[in-house]
């Protein structure tokens, strides 16, 4: 099991989520904890990059960006975004 490590901005966004977002995110976490190299890479042109993200929430308007480490298991949650729709 990865270790989730926010970076300490990533806390200012979270709070700043819609109500509706919040269980996405929250599933995304449970996610990354377990296969955080099943998300999208950051770079497309980089498919084995360890920055990866996920996007979440109602029509997809969050996202994710964060840093995958094996050794020590962590993944560093870099920023968390939402767009308004």
């Known amino acids: 099991m990865y270790r989730l490590v926010p970076d300490s901005a990533v806390v200012e966004q979270v709070a700043a989520l819609p109500n509706d977002a919040l269980a996405a995110y929250a599933d995304v976490l449970e996610v990354l904890q377990l296969t955080p190299w099943n998300g999208k890479p950051l770079h497309e042109a980089n498919q084995d990059g360890a920055v990866r993200r996920w996007n979440f929430g109602p029509a997809q308007a969050g996202q994710v960006v964060y840093l995958v480490l094996d050794e020590p298991p ?12």
């Open 74 to 85: 962590e993944v560093h949650l870099l920023l968390v975004q939402w767009l308004e729709t």
